[in-house]
Nanobody
Framework: QVQLAESGGGLVQTGGSLRLSCAAS????????MAWFRQAPGKEREFVAR????????YYGDSVKGRFTISRDNLKNTVYLQMNSLKPEDTAVYYC?????????????????WGQGTQVTVSS
């Protein structure tokens, strides 16, 4: 089992940057592909980015391509989301998630473990 804890959210102005972190417990972190999702008020949870177990492969949602970067450090059991050029529409609660399957998935149902989320608010 994996426990996930996000941090790094906050309030930022349009055009600013934030880096989110997700720390995982347990010794099997490198066995999981990791992803970030987000959920804005009144909307469904949306896929943001995914990184493979080794970090070699990454995938992004269309709305964040070119602005967000996902990375991981398997020695620190941590996955990161660097968010640049932030827009008000990026405002949401951001969640990290872990997936044992090696097939890249963007659906929430594919993920086995979830963190509690961290709020990101982008002011205009």
């Amino acid at each position: 089992q994996v426990q996930l804890a996000e941090s790094g959210g906050g309030l930022v102005q349009t055009g600013g940057s934030l880096r989110l972190s997700c720390a995982a417990s347990g010794r099997t972190f490198s066995s999981y592909a990791m992803a970030w999702f987000r959920q804005a008020p009144g909307k469904e949870r949306e896929f943001v980015a995914r990184i493979s177990r080794t970090g070699r492969n990454t995938y992004y949602g269309d709305s964040v391509k070119g602005r967000f970067t996902i990375s991981r450090d398997n020695l620190k059991n941590t996955v990161y989301l660097q968010m640049n050029s932030l827009k008000p529409e990026d405002t949401a609660v951001y969640y990290c998630a872990a997936d044992l399957d090696i097939v890249a998935q963007t659906s929430t149902s594919a993920y086995d473990y979830w963190g509690q989320g961290t709020q990101v608010t982008v002011s205009s």
